[in-house]
């Protein structure tokens, strides 16, 4: 298992959730070999073909996540882990927010829409996840990947991204 794939407890809690295959056109790979991948490069950013071979074909990789973004299996599985991680009382849905601390600067008018990324350091990325829950951990991982699509799809519309 490499840094950044799924754990064994994550994996057994995405696993009931998956789509089967339909057994036409033949066995699917691993689903968790190809989620794995999938993570890895939304982790990343690396080109779909320079994933390491340790995730199967590249291409593999790259039809299943364009597969599951068109059908809407990402966003399905967010809503599924979701709602059982709520029913286990593992989120928490509380929000606030006060505006009356919050100041815009005299130039902020007229400034760019979104901020440029920033360099993510090496270890930060494992740090960041430390302390959750499993549950936690694979929602934070899920809502990742539905970002990205959601990004890719709005890319593709000429659209801004929403969030989630």
């Known amino acids: 298992m490499g840094r950044g794939d799924l ?8 696993r009931p959730f998956l789509p089967v295959s339909n057994r036409r056109c033949g066995r699917w790979r691993d689903h968790r070999q190809v989620i794995d991948g999938i993570l890895h490069r939304v982790r990343t950013g690396v080109q779909w073909r320079d994933l390491p071979e340790r ?6 990789v790259y039809e299943r996540h364009r597969l599951w973004s068109a059908d809407g299996t990402w ?3 967010l809503q599924q882990i979701q709602a059982e991680a709520d029913a286990a009382g593992e989120i928490d849905w509380d929000i606030s927010v006060d505006s009356t601390v919050v100041r815009a600067h005299q130039h902020a008018a007229g ?3 979104e901020p440029p990324p920033a360099p993510v350091p090496k270890g930060d990325r494992a ?9 936690q951990s694979l929602v934070a991982r ?4 539905v970002q ?3 990004a890719w799809a709005a890319r593709a519309a000429g659209s801004p991204p929403r969030s989630i």
């Not at 064994?8 to 809690?13: G, L, N, V």
């Not at 995730?55 to 593999?60: A, C, E, I, N, R």
């Open 111 to 113: 400034a760019r829409t």
């Open 75 to 77: 966003k399905r599985l």
């Open 127 to 135: 740090a960041e996840h430390q302390g959750e829950t499993a549950w």
């Open 7 to 14: 754990s064994d407890a994550e994996w057994e809690r995405l």
């Open 148 to 150: 990205e699509v959601r």
């Open 142 to 145: 899920l809502a990742e990947v």
């Open 55 to 60: 995730f199967g074909p590249w291409k593999t």
